[in-house]
């Protein structure tokens, strides 16, 4: 049976959700204090880049399955199920800021009229969805209401993808009381199109949910950590890390996937959830000492790539750099925890001239860097006159730069490429000094 859904928060997975959960069926209102977005939203407009956002948005708006709304207690009166979908973005401490998740809590409590089911899909610290039963506990009676764990496992650039045909779904919810079970029904209800077509379904308790979000971004980034120090190694003893990765992803139990070698992982997800699981374990008297030490390495790597920069140059004073890519991987704009900017920021500190091209991100960088750098639409007007060009995202774009035009360009003759995606052999015979990453 379909079900009356309110999702709070329409950025990026909220809104990816509201539209996935109302193509299955359900009839769904995604509310947000930003008028302006909303009326974007209404008329079709998906605000954010996604694949396939679009199609599906104006899809469903026309069947009248989906609506938006600023009107966000009203939407919550008359739902069935409500999700939180808000940012719980990194604080200065490196424990998540909870204050929109806090403010959801109140909406809701206001606003909820009948039996109501309260699904976190923010990624919330362990202990969180305890916390916010406690707090409904405190304005509505006991059995009114029941809060799930649905966390979100969505890439950005895959995200409509990755919600039709997610590898599982995880549902944590109070195992020990009848509002759990009551709960779990209607989200069985809510996502029965996905387990029509076979997608596991994790059932679990709120803690193991919360945490199975945390632990599947803190191995991937480890995984990347570990590739990329095994790269570090490589590349000082002369062995080629792309040969030892694939071969060591012919292992089922490794899986040649999250292997790749690069400038360090970046993004909304992974340094946030890194950090915040450190913070977890500390409150809990638990030292995660591996994922702490992933963090410190990360970190490291972002400024080994900027020192490989500086020493193949001998110096920056002076040079001219062309960086291509800006975003934190291929197929988005996003530049938050970018490479990018760790890496910029030390060649400009050094006294270098940055010319830098990105087929998407220039704006978002632009707004960070204003006029100490340059920004160019073409990749070749960056390089023009540069003495090393730098790859920094994996963009498809840059995997067939021609390099004979490039080298035309060009003052000096250096490729330093982070993202091993250049031809280096093809490099070598035009001529230029390249260095990639662990080979
Ligand atoms: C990630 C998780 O994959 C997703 O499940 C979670 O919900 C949110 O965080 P996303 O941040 O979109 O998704 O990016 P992802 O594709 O996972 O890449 C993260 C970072 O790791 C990027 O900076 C990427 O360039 C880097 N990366 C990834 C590598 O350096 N090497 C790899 O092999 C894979």
Redesign the pocket.
Known sequence: MAQDITVIGTGYVGLVSAVGLSDFGNRVTGVDIDAEKIERLSRGEPVIYELGLEDYLQRNLESGRLTFSTDIRGSISRSDIVFIAVGTPESGDGSADMSFIHHAIEDISHGMNGFTVVVTKSTVPVGTNRWIAEELRKRAPEGKFAVVSNP??????KAVQ?FFHPDRLVIGYDTERPEGARARKLMEDVYRALYLIETPIVWCNLETAELIKYA??AF??T??TF??QMANLAEACGADIHAIAKTMGMDGRISP??????P???????PKDTKAIVSTGEEFGVEMSVIREVIRANDAQKVRVAEKIENSLGELRGKTIAVLGLA??AE?DDIRE??AIRIVEHLLDGGAHVRTHDPEAMDNFKSLFGDRLSYHNDPFEAIEGSDCLVILT?WNEFRNLDLTKAKSLMAGNWIVDARNTLDREQAKELGFSYAGIGR
């Not at 979100?152 to 650039?157: A, D, H, K, T, V």
């Not at 996937?257 to 690069?262: I, Q, R, V």
């Open positions: 979100e496992f969505l890439r950005e650039g990755d599947s971004n991937l980034a995984k990347i590739i990329n996937k999250f292997l790749h070698p690069g360090g992982y970046g993004g909304s997800c992974f934190f991987k988005t970018s490479p994996e």
